[in-house]
């Protein structure tokens, strides 16, 4: 079975620039998650979705973080204009179904730093 | 809403024994224990969703305690392998999940 694949695995833009990280999850799971991991820290969930609905994205600033995911499958998450905090790494995860109840399966991530 | 994890750090020789701890201020709908290896992805490890709930096996086990607000990971005679940032994540319905700063642990020979 395919794990979660990430693409592109490392970026490096500078700040104001615009980045899109995309993520293609476990074939028939429903829900798919985007954490930011900064270094030394836990992985904050920016977004949840199930199926192509967004279940939670209490965390996602929303004036310069975007994330959709069309048909249900792929996802892709967009930061316009980046800043210098911005750089972490970026995780993409899926699991069955909602996340309380199955584990989460997580792709090797992108780094991304900002200049 | 972020649990609490401690200790930060722990250094272990192999053989030796650890336990991590995970609590939050009001109950969890579940915990999932995590390790991640330095430059990897998380790597799930197991999933309590029950009060009372003890799971795992012989060398890496998990409990959930009666109110479900602390859970503990258990690490018996510890190997090389078991280095990594051990992250429990807590789920307090299902759709809110958050995981802890993570607990640090380091075996050697």
């Known amino acids: 079975e395919a794990g979660v694949a990430q693409s592109p695995r490392y970026k490096i833009i500078e700040k104001r620039q615009s980045v899109a990280f995309w993520c293609n999850p476990i074939?028939?799971?429903?829900?798919l998650y985007w954490y930011q991991q900064i270094l030394g820290q836990g992985p904050k969930l920016l977004i949840q979705f199930q199926n192509n609905g967004v279940v939670d994205d209490s965390q996602l600033p929303k004036d310069r973080f975007s994330a959709e995911r069309l048909k249900g499958v792929d996802s892709t998450l967009k930061i316009q204009p980046a800043k210098l905090e911005d750089s972490a790494v970026y995780l993409c995860?899926?699991?069955?179904?909602?996340?309380?109840?199955?584990?989460?399966?997580f792709g090797p991530g992108t780094r991304l730093t900002v200049t | 809403q972020q649990p609490v994890q401690s200790p930060q750090a722990v250094i272990l020789r192999e053989g030796e024994d650890a336990v991590i701890n995970c609590s939050s201020s009001k109950a969890l709908y579940s915990v999932h224990w995590y390790r991640q290896k330095h430059g990897e992805a998380p790597v799930f490890l197991m999933i309590?969703?029950?009060?009372?709930e003890q799971k795992g096996h012989e060398k890496i086990s998990a409990s959930f305690n009666e109110k479900k607000q602390q859970s503990s990971l258990y690490l018996t005679a510890s190997q090389l392998s078991y280095s990594g940032t051990y992250f429990c994540g807590t789920g307090y319905n299902f759709n809110k999940f958050y995981f802890g700063s993570g607990t640090k642990l380091n075996v050697k020979p």
């Open positions: 995860a899926s699991s069955l179904l909602a996340v309380g109840t199955y584990e989460q399966y």
């Open positions: 309590l969703l029950k009060g009372g």
């Open positions: 074939s028939g799971h429903a829900t």
